[in-house]
């Protein structure tokens, strides 16, 4: 499997996916489902950084879509105020 | 009395056909506000807008812009163009529009937006000197 160098992927062997030195919760990407075995190779820590990442990312695509919709606008409104003037 | 014009804002820009006499100063103000869906019209604040301009296209292909005199929040928009900028334009029909440019983040256009208000023929006239 193909891993991008900023994702991890907790279903891969784990001894690939895991990149050292990385900060789970930084990841720009995250390919992400904490099963059990990975706490055993990983550790209690990385696991519950992977699951407030992904509450994170829930949260903000949450955030995305609700300013996102109701600023649509449809109908604009032109009144001219004064006419043309000339000196 | 003034005229309002509603328009679907995503057939924007509005024909508006003007008449510019060079060597003489020309200014039109605007009121313009958006409303959602069948909610209830309110202002654009122009005053977060990046870009603010009225461009002229001669028949020759070259351009002028003038950036408008005001671009106010309340959804308020002037054009002002003096005597010795109309005396620049080339005398003929020339095609001419209003730009404005918005930022992401601002506040009627979360997104960011970029868009013509009018656009029409500017004839643009010499007048009949004095004896």
């Keep these: ?87 | 009395m003034s005229e309002t014009i509603t328009a679907d804002f995503a057939e924007l820009p509005v024909r508006r056909d003007i008449r510019v006499n060079r060597g003489r100063s020309f200014e039109e103000r605007f009121t313009v506000s958006l409303s959602i869906e069948d909610g209830n019209p309110q202002t654009i604040d122009f005053s977060e807008a990046t870009a603010y301009e009225v461009r002229f296209r001669d028949s020759e292909g070259t351009v002028r812009s003038f950036d408008l005199a005001e671009h106010a929040a309340a959804g308020k928009v002037t054009v002002r163009l003096t005597p010795s900028q109309t005396t620049t334009l080339a005398a003929g029909r020339q095609e001419w529009e209003m730009y404005f440019e918005f930022p992401i983040g601002s506040t009627d256009f979360p997104s960011g937006a970029s868009f013509s208000l009018f656009e029409g023929v500017a004839d643009v006239h010499t007048m009949i000197p004095a004896e």
């Design chain 1, 1 to 87: 499997m193909n891993v991008p160098f900023n994702a991890v992927a907790f279903n891969t062997p784990l001894g690939a996916a895991r990149l050292p030195g990385v900060d789970i919760e930084r990841l720009s990407i995250l390919i992400c489902d904490p099963r059990h075995t990975a706490i055993n190779v990983l550790g209690r820590t990385s696991v519950n950084q992977c699951i407030r990442r992904r509450r994170a990312d829930i949260d903000l695509t949450s955030r995305l879509l609700a300013t996102d919709i109701p600023r649509h606008p449809t109908a604009i409104h032109i009144s001219r105020d004064e006419l043309s003037m000339e000196e």
